[in-house]
């Protein structure tokens, strides 16, 4: 059984905010940051440096974007909200979008944001459409027309109802000032990282700091934090140390799941009267995604993928590794999701059942072995999980663990978070540690990610019911119909369960520890960004 040392594992996650070292706007000017002294200023730890900000690709963080670009229409608790777009009309077919844009608007170099603009930075998008591919509006947009300096026309193939919900999203259909552009494309590099949002990236030196300064001219009145800065520090203890010395004084769940502080070290910041814990409501499922198309691996056969299912105590992994505050999760969504309350087969933690299920497959124990074998073939693969994830570690090692008590060989191996999402794209794994997109993206985000090389792919082209699959999320992104709709997600639910190639384990939130004299507080629809232009400090 679990042993209760995981109780120490961290819940609270560093914030990995990527920005570029090589543009204009990335000073590596000398600047130390040292504190959060500042009246107006927000220092919180980053476990690693920053990288690449350019909004139009994936490799920078979502929360750092978030602060500096931002996206016609917002997703909002009561829905689709306007943001820089101030109202829109959707002609009869579904086929025509027409936005009417805000005025005086400007990018941070000081170049209005138009009509024009938007044009040119939804083509940058299209004419990368390979890495935009996942994005299913990507594939329905046939052009993006002009109709006066403040109203652009969005012109889709075919009726697509998720548009509105696609361009809300923190990436790739926001704005960066065309002056960035090389060569007028975005695919290959910009020059500097001027959007429209609260912030800007201000300096960077590489390996220590990032700092991003209010925008003064925001049109939405400049945030009353002046300066937010990230200060590289490895996870644990010297983070730790960080927060009760006051170097920093924010840390925050993040998109790549890099772990800060432990559990006790987090319940002792909130005792000792200086810090607050403020945590959003559950936004998505933490699970291990199996590659079905690995057909030299026993990953590829639904009995292995559903004894996996089964040998994992979710229960002890939510109160021992999560400390009750991650619940447990049966289905790849949870039932608040949108079309998401379907009736699935349940799948408790039952090792009995598991061993039932290998033995019926043809995976025997032979001669007092632990390992099954099949055919000359060793039950053995490989579970990959993020190397500064604490949490991630310890559940690997729980389901190692467990998978041996099953007869299975199950070797973990942490790498960084590019790696593992290199891996998820190329195919070249067998498990590995994934989450759905959240609240705001799902079901449809996730669902379309199921037929992208970049994302899902390999995880569903190897099961028995691929193509109907496919047809089935075709079907649905199109469908005008909410009856016919409902009954096609429900179709796709039950398919990718059956085959049990996402395996839930957790439903997560956002979790931040600050200072207590940080006000306003709030999340999002998404586990992506904070809205840091609505915090002040008292």
Known sequence: M????????????????????????????????????????LVYASAIDINDMNPHLYTGSMPAQGKVYESLVENTEDGIKPLLADSWEVSEDGKVYTFNLKKDVKFHDGEPFNAEAVKKNIEAVQNNAETHAW?????????VNVVDEHTVELVLSETYYPTLLELSMTRPYVFISP???????????????????????????????ATFKANEDYWNGAPEIKKIASK????????????????????????RGADSIAVEAMNQLVDSGNYQLVRSDPMNTNMIVANSSKADNPISETPVREAIWYSIDRETISEDI????????????SSNVNYADVDLKERGYDLKKAEEILEEAGWKLENGDEIRTKDGTILAMNLYYDSNSTSQKNQAEFIQASSKEIGLQLEIIGEESTSIANRRSTGDYDLLFNQTWGLAYDPQSTISAFTSDASYLHTTKGIEKADELYKNIEKV??????????????????????????????????????????????????????????????
């Open 2 to 41: 679990f042993n209760k040392k995981f109780k120490l594992v961290s819940l609270i996650f560093l914030v990995i905010f990527i920005l570029s070292a090589c543009s204009t706007g990335n000073s590596t000017s000398e600047t130390n940051v040292d504190a959060a002294s500042g009246e107006n200023e």
């Open 477 to 538: 992104m199109v469908s005008t119909d909410e009856e016919n709709r409902k009954s096609l997600y429900a179709d796709i639910l039950t398919i990718v369960h059956e085959e049990a190639v996402f395996i839930p384990i957790s439903n997560g939130s956002v979790t931040v520890v600050a200072s207590n004299d940080l006000n306003g507080i709030s999340f999002k629809q998404t586990q992506f960004e904070l809205p840091f232009e609505l915090m002040n400090f008292k």
């Open 179 to 209: 002056k960035d552009f090389i060569d007028g494309e975005t695919k290959d590099g910009v020059n500097d990282f001027n959007g429209t949002g609260p912030y800007m990236l201000d300096e960077h030196k590489i390996d220590e700091f």
């Open 232 to 255: 590289v520090l490895p996870a644990g203890e010297t983070t730790l140390l960080a927060l009760q010395k006051g170097e920093v004084n924010f840390v925050f769940t993040d998109d």
């Open 322 to 333: 999560f400390d009750g505050t991650e619940s447990v999760a049966n289905t790849l969504f």
């Open 135 to 143: 994005i299913k509006l990507s594939t329905k947009i046939e052009s």
